[in-house]
């Protein structure tokens, strides 16, 4: 079984995934970040000086020891632009592997040169040709 599960890790698919998904992580990350630190301030402060993580309602105010329940919309809005930006940029990811893909299946396919033998078969077919003619 150990060794089932070596050559299962190792295979080159689970690598790549693996590598994938680290990548993916990462450009989460940095999405996240883009999102955070440079969109939302701007646009928090041409909504009012708002922070977009601040921004909730109160559904219950806290009582005692009880904290308060809230409806965070504004880490809400964040989320989805991370979203929307990330599945963009992976839209047009696939769309340019996509774009090079086609491009190179248009490419007509070169016949290859033939062989030397299959030259001197040619000639001696059209030595033939002529002779019956």
Same mark, same amino acid.
């Given at each position: *079984?150990? #060794?089932?599960?070596?050559?299962?890790?190792? #295979?080159? $698919?689970?690598?790549?995934?693996?590598?994938?998904?680290?990548?993916?992580? @990462?450009? &989460?990350?940095?999405?996240?970040?883009?999102? $955070?630190?440079?969109?939302?301030?701007?646009?928090?402060?041409?909504? &009012? &000086?708002?922070?977009?993580?601040?921004?909730?309602?109160?559904? #219950?105010?806290?009582?005692?020891?009880? @904290? @308060?329940?809230?409806?965070?919309? &504004?880490?809400?809005?964040?989320?989805?632009?991370?979203?929307?930006?990330?599945?963009?940029?992976?839209? *047009?990811?696939?769309? @340019?592997?996509?774009?090079?893909?086609?491009?190179?299946?248009?490419?007509?396919?070169?016949?290859?040169?033939?062989?030397?033998?299959?030259?001197?078969?040619?000639?001696? #077919?059209?030595?033939?040709? $002529?002779?019956?003619?």
């Amino acid at each position: *079984m150990i #060794r089932d599960f070596r050559e299962f890790a190792l #295979r080159g $698919n689970v690598v790549d995934m693996a590598v994938g998904i680290v990548i993916g992580a @990462a450009f &989460g990350k940095i999405v996240s970040s883009f999102v $955070n630190d440079v969109l939302m301030p701007p646009l928090g402060v041409i909504l &009012g &000086g708002a922070k977009f993580s601040e921004l909730a309602l109160t559904i #219950r105010e806290a009582s005692g020891e009880a @904290a @308060a329940v809230t409806l965070n919309y &504004g880490t809400f809005i964040q989320t989805m632009v991370d979203f929307t930006i990330i599945a963009f940029a992976i839209f *047009m990811l696939i769309k @340019a592997l996509n774009s090079l893909k086609k491009k190179a299946e248009e490419k007509p396919a070169v016949a290859p040169e033939p062989s030397a033998q299959e030259k001197l078969l040619t000639e001696i #077919r059209d030595l033939l040709k $002529n002779r019956n003619s």
